[in-house]
């Protein structure tokens, strides 16, 4: 029994070592996103997605919590049909918000959707912007919120 005891602390201790050099390389990762991407909660970003040049923006500023956020993408050339932006806290894990864009006119995508509340005063939140139909169609933007 003491042996099982021991094997079982061992492979408890190995899944704990792991978990950890997975998380820090998760925030490595993260981080090196973060240092790259613009910050859109600045203003508009100019980006380059799928081939295509665009600048990406959103309504309101400050971005809110838990209330409507409208992201508007213009293309410069061919516009996809459709897109998404899906929106992860590198603070903490507040799950993924993804908001699809439609066309709402020519070389024109939008959406609306709401970022979850949280009670840590200031997040730092990721966006992959990412287009249906072309391949390497993702482009990366950061942005900060507070909770008042």
Known sequence: MALWGMVAALLASLLFVVGVKAGRARQQDAAAALA???D???GPCAVSIGGVGAEVDVSP???PLAAPLDVTVRFRGGAPS???IAITSVTMD??????PLTSTRPGTLQGRGSLPVCVVGE???LAELS???RPGGVTRLRFDTRTP
């Open 36 to 38: 790259a991407a613009c």
């Open 40 to 42: 859109i909660g600045a």
């Open 61 to 63: 500023r400050p971005i």
């Open 82 to 84: 459709a897109a998404e």
């Open 94 to 99: 507040m799950g993924t918000t993804t908001i």
């Open 123 to 125: 997040m730092t939140w």
């Open 131 to 133: 287009l249906a139909d």
